[in-house]
């Protein structure tokens, strides 16, 4: 057979290309704001017609080219941002593959103007599909504009599927805003059609940036991410758990402030959240992670969508701590005070360099020490270490007390106690480091015996309480079939279950932790709720929780005294997550004092 293989023209090459490149008017966005920061700019502008379709047009006041550069940036592989091969793993620019432009021009026209410092006359290089640049001289002030218009004229099948053009303005602004969510410092313009409809001029940080971007009322619900060490740097935010979203397209993932999608890593912030989100809802999360840039490889995809990590697994690890850490430090979680002097000496010590904020406080798990020990019998107990106290439920006749050995729950005058309302028998009021807060009751129960009943069901098995009365129920078919299934489940939470014929069980002994006396009612319950829960793609374990935690619980309207109050309190504040049920709702509101200072008309 005669040879048949050839090399493709460069004009072909491009075109396969821009292929992989340019997908849709937003991709030539995307490119074109990427060389504008590369390019040094401070003061990006862009503007589209007709969703990028007619024209796109991006203005920078970069550095800019030369003539010659300016000439040779349209050649595929023509780049000033590497020089050799060492450099391909250390790319700290957003471009480096050189060939946006050649493939950009290649399916389009392009009509480019450039000034560098110091040089007399700009330079206009036009260039339609891939023709030969027509290059003349160009008066601009140092910068560059890119305009490109009639995107895809001379690839009929590409413009076919392109979409409306709402829709292709919409992936427009998401670029757009996207990249400027990184960049604080720079000034953005998006110009749709004329209209004005991103205005961000450049502000000093993060946040403020992403205010502009996402509006008020978002990041009010979010709360700040940080974490550091040797790998990575994390900052950013989520949103709080009661603030998720119905659809996954809310999060927002950057390494080394390069716009990225990882599923794995959007599932570690997911997975950060464990059990508070509602089900089927997701984070809105705006996260920047940096690594060493010889640990990121970005050469992974043309449109530089992806990168790979040389170890993702300490990176997943890394950003689902941080998550959690910021959870667990959320505002929402209080911090108490009370007038006594002395107990500071019981809190953790203070960083060197004054007095820190409780509320920055980084290590949860001491947070919720100096809260315990507030609560804590030490005080006046001649320095005994504070006991372990578990909470009484109402109405329990000393139910509580065979949890612990006798000696762990120490008697407590109600002196010792920091002071707590009950109101409407339904929340708790207490006072808090720069504030007050309200607990549901119900809700702060709910997230407590959820807890305890997941670390029963996992290894140890809960203390039960024997009935005077066993409570005999009857069952439907399924529903004694279910409880057969999980007879285990039920034993280790507690409760003592006896099969009778075919219908019919008998349960003599429920879990101490539970506070319902209605074991009639709770048993059904949980029948009833482990039939029908949609939420299959949970654990046994923990929907066996959720419905035990959801009906067990001290309820709306149970009056409380004093000491359970605070056992309740102080048990909330013991519980991994304790500012959300286990589906998600709050159990604590806060109102903080600059918040009642206003109400008052007080200048704070
Ligand atoms: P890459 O960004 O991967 O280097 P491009 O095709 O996007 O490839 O751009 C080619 C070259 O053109 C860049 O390396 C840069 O030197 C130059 N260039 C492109 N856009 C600009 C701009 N807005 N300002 C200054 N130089 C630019
Ligand atoms: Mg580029």
């Not at 050649?75 to 593959?97: M, Q, W």
């Not at 392109?162 to 313009?189: D, N, W």
């Not at 009365?469 to 409880?483: E, K, R, S």
């Not at 909330?572 to 304790?578: I, K, N, R, V």
Request: proline share 6%; with cysteine.
């Amino acid at each position: 057979m005669a040879d048949q293989i050839r090399v493709l023209s460069e004009k072909l090459a491009n075109m396969i290309a821009a292929g992989e490149v340019i997908e849709r008017p937003a991709s030539v966005v995307k490119e074109l704001v990427e060389n504008a920061i590369d390019a040094g700019g401070e003061r990006i502008s862009v503007e589209i017609k007709a969703g990028g379709k007619q024209l796109m047009r991006v203005m920078d006041d970069g550095g800019g080219m030369s003539r010659e550069d300016a000439v040779l940036a349209f050649e595929r592989h023509a780049t000033s941002k590497i020089a050799g091969e060492d450099d391909l793993y250390r790319i700290g620019t957003f471009g480096f593959r050189g060939e946006a432009l050649a493939s950009i021009a290649s399916v389009a026209r392009v009509d480019l103007t450039t000034n560098t410092k110091g040089e007399a006359a700009g330079t206009r290089v036009r260039i339609d599909g891939g023709s030969a640049p027509k290059v003349t001289d160009a008066g601009r002030a140092p910068g560059t504009t890119v305009a490109v218009s009639q995107l895809f004229y001379n690839v009929p099948a590409r413009r076919k599927f392109l979409r409306t053009t709402g829709t292709e303005t919409r992936h427009v602004v998401s670029v757009v805003s996207s990249i400027a969510m990184a960049y604080p410092a720079i000034a953005f313009t998006l110009t749709v059609d004329g209209r004005d409809t991103l205005s961000l001029p450049a502000v000093s940080n993060t946040y403020t940036r992403a205010q502009a971007v996402m509006g008020n009322t978002l990041m009010n619900q979010m709360i700040p991410v940080t974490f550091d060490d040797d790998l990575v740097k994390i900052h950013g935010f989520i949103s709080r758990p009661d603030a998720a979203r119905v659809s996954r397209t809310h999060q927002h993932l950057y390494i080394n402030l390069r716009p990225v999608s990882s599923r794995a890593l959007n599932r570690a912030v997911f997975e950060g959240y464990g059990s508070i989100l509602p089900k089927e809802r997701f984070p809105v999360s705006i996260v920047f992670l940096n690594i060493d840039l010889d640990q990121v490889d970005v050469n992974v995809h043309p449109a530089k969508r992806e990168v790979r990590f040389s170890d993702e697994s300490m990176v997943y690890e890394r950003l689902l701590r941080a998550i959690r850490l910021a959870l667990q430090n959320s505002d929402v979680v209080p911090v108490f005070e009370t007038d006594t002097p002395d107990i500071s000496g019981m809190a953790p010590a203070a960083a060197p360099g004054g007095e820190r904020a409780p509320e920055l406080e980084l290590d949860p798990a001491m947070a919720r020490r100096s809260q315990i020990d507030l609560f804590g019998p030490a005080r006046g107990n001649g320095g005994d270490p504070p006991g372990e106290w578990t909470y009484t439920p109402a109405g329990s006749e000393g139910g509580t007390r065979d949890e612990g050995e006798p000696g762990t729950v120490r008697e407590h005058g109600d002196a010792e106690m920091v002071s707590l309302w009950q109101l409407h028998n339904a929340y708790i009021l207490a006072q808090v480091k720069g504030g007050f807060m309200l607990i549901d009751q119900h809700a702060a129960h709910e997230r407590v015996l959820f807890e305890r009943a997941l670390k029963t069901l996992g290894d140890e098995s809960a203390p039960s309480r024997q009935l005077l009365f066993p409570v005999t129920l009857d069952l439907m078919a399924p529903q004694i079939a279910l409880v057969r299934e999980h007879f285990d489940h039920f034993a280790r939470l507690g409760f003592n279950v006896k099969l009778f014929g075919e219908k019919t069980v008998v349960v003599d002994a429920v879990p101490c932790m539970a506070s319902n006396q209605d074991v009639d009612t709770l048993f059904h319950r949980m029948i009833e709720n482990l039939q029908e829960m949609p939420e299959k793609n949970l654990k046994m374990e923990e929907r066996l929780a959720l419905t035990f935690s959801g009906h067990a619980g001290i309820r709306k309207g149970d009056p409380l005294s004093q000491q359970e109050m605070n056992g309740l309190v102080n048990d909330l504040f013991a519980t991994e997550m304790p500012y959300v049920t286990p589906r998600g709702r709050p159990t604590v509101v806060r109102m903080p004092l600059e918040e009642i200072e206003r109400r008052f008309n007080r200048p704070s």
